[in-house]
C-alpha cells in the first residue's frame, strides 16, 4: 500500500498519546496542577526541539511572518484550547462522557476537511466516523454515568475539545503546504508555551523542578507523547487525508483501556471489547478502498 508507511506514523502516534495518561499521574503526584501539566509538555517539547533544530535542521527554523497565524492557530487554538476545554470538561461532567465528546473530532476533520480541502465525503470515512465514534461510547462505559453528569458547560466544552483536537489536523494540513514536519511541530510548541507560561506561573514551583523524579515525568511527557507523537502524526499527513488521519488516531482510547488494564488493574468487559473491536474495524475500513480492491482484483487475474 502506497501510504503504509504514513498510516503507521499516525497509528504510533495515537498509541504515543494513548501513554499520556503515565506521566501526567507521575507528574500530579508531585504537586502539579492539569494546566501546570500542559505547560510543561509543551515547554519541554519546544526546548527539546529547539536543540535538536539547531544541531540538526537550521535550515527549518525559518517560517515567513505572513505565516505565523497558521502556528497560532495549531498551537493555541488547537493544543491550548483543546486541553483547556478537555480538562474543564473532566471537571464537570464523568470521565467516560469526556472522552466521547472529545472523540467527536473525527467527525468535526471529516466535516471541515470537506469544506476546506476539498476531500471527498464517502460511504467509507460515514461509516467509520459513525463506528469510531460509537466505539468510543461502549470502550468509555457510558453506561456509567447518570443524568447528574450532564451540565450546559460541560457539553460545549466537551465540544470545544472535540474541535480544538480536529483543528491540530486542519492547521497541520494547510502548514504541509508550506513547511517540513519539523517546522511545524517547533513552532506549534513555541506559540502554545508563549501562551500558556504566563498564565500558568510555574515559576512559581521552581522548587519542584530540582527533583528527580519531576525531570524523569517532564522529559518523558515531553519526549514521547508530544514531540515524537507530534512529529509522526504531522509526517503522517503529507500522504494521508486529514480526515482519515483523524479516524485512525482514535487508537488512543484503546491504548489508554488496555493500559490501565495492565498498570491498573481496571476491568474489561464485552461491551468495552466490542468497542475495541468497532475502532479498529472504523480504522481498517477507512483504508481500504473498492479501487484497491479491484486493481488487486485485476492484478491477480494478470497474474494467472
Known amino acids: 500500500m502506497k501510504n503504509t ?20 499521574k507521575g507528574l500530579a503526584d508531585i504537586g502539579f496542577t492539569p494546566m501546570e501539566i500542559v505547560a510543561i509538555r509543551t515547554t519541554v517539547a519546544f526546548l527539546l526541539l529547539l536543540i535538536v533544530g539547531i544541531l540538526f535542521f537550521r535550515n527549518q527554523l525559518k517560517v515567513k511572518t505572513r505565516d505565523l497565524p497558521i502556528f497560532i492557530g495549531s498551537g493555541i487554538i488547537s493544543i491550548v484550547f483543546f486541553n483547556w476545554c478537555y480538562f474543564t470538561t473532566i471537571n464537570q461532567m464523568n470521565l467516560s462522557l469526556a472522552v466521547i465528546l472529545l472523540y467527536t473530532a473525527p467527525a468535526i476533520v471529516v466535516l471541515l476537511s470537506r469544506v476546506i480541502f476539498k476531500e471527498k465525503l464517502t460511504k467509507q470515512k460515514v461509516i467509520a466516523v459513525i463506528g469510531t465514534l460509537l466505539g468510543c461510547v461502549l470502550i468509555t462505559g457510558i453506561g456509567s454515568a447518570s443524568k447528574e453528569d450532564i451540565t450546559i458547560l460541560g457539553l460545549l466544552t466537551g465540544l470545544g475539545s472535540g474541535l480544538g483536537y480536529a483543528l491540530y489536523s486542519i492547521f497541520g494540513k494547510i502548514a504541509l503546504q508550506k513547511y517540513q514536519p519539523f517546522t511545524i511541530t517547533i513552532y506549534t510548541f513555541l506559540f502554545a508555551t508563549v501562551f500558556l507560561l504566563p498564565l500558568t506561573t510555574l515559576w512559581d514551583k521552581a522548587h519542584l523542578f530540582i527533583r528527580m523524579e519531576t525531570i524523569f515525568w517532564g522529559l518523558g511527557l515531553g519526549l514521547l507523547p508530544t514531540v515524537i507523537a507530534y512529529f509522526f502524526y504531522t509526517k503522517g499527513l503529507e500522504k494521508v487525508e486529514s480526515s482519515k488521519a483523524a479516524i485512525i488516531a482514535t487508537i488512543e482510547p484503546i491504548v489508554g483501556t488496555i493500559l490501565g488494564i495492565f498498570l491498573y488493574h481496571e476491568g474489561l468487559n464485552i ?11 472504523s480504522v481498517i475500513i477507512v483504508n481500504i478502498t473498492w479501487r484497491n480492491k479491484k486493481r488487486l482484483a485485476q492484478n491477480s487475474i494478470t497474474k494467472v
Open 271 to 281: 461491551i468495552q471489547i466490542i468497542g475495541t473491536g468497532m475502532i479498529f474495524s
Open 5 to 24: 508507511m504514513s498510516i503507521f506514523m499516525i497509528s504510533l502516534a495515537a498509541i504515543l498519546w494513548g501513554v499520556i495518561a503515565l506521566f501526567v
